[in-house]
């Protein structure tokens, strides 16, 4: 695989997540929740820019679309489980910003 950078190989398994998240989604718009979700995540990692507070803020709303999707499939406990992910990336973030 010479001369193909690791950037294009990333953006090429993106949108095959988005081409099979499409064939396979059976819930409507509520459907590209994880989609989204992942894209989200995998930019936020891959920036080299970002810095730890960036990455923590996606997670955060990576974690709310989990969320949104998994209450609109019922499953509760994974709502509640990345609502606690959410919260305890709030508590992480503000206690950054008081250390720094």
Same mark, same amino acid.
């Given at each position: ?27 409507? $718009?509520? +459907?590209?929740?994880?989609? =989204?979700? &992942?894209? /989200?995540?995998? @930019? ?31 499953? $509760?406990? +994974?709502?509640?489980?990345? =609502?606690? &992910?959410? /919260?305890?990336? @709030? ?10």
């Amino acid at each position: 695989m010479r001369g193909i950078s690791s950037r294009w190989i990333t953006y090429g398994l993106i949108l095959f997540s988005v081409i099979f998240g499409t064939i396979v989604n059976r819930n409507g $718009y509520l +459907g590209y929740l994880p989609i =989204l979700a &992942n894209i /989200i995540q995998t @930019l936020a990692v891959l920036n080299e820019k970002a810095g730890v507070r960036r990455v923590k803020i996606s997670f955060g709303i990576a974690c709310l679309l989990w969320t949104a999707f998994n209450w609109s499939i019922k499953s $509760y406990v +994974g709502s509640f489980f990345n =609502l606690f &992910n959410v /919260i305890s990336y @709030l508590f992480n973030g503000i206690r950054d910003s008081k250390n720094n």
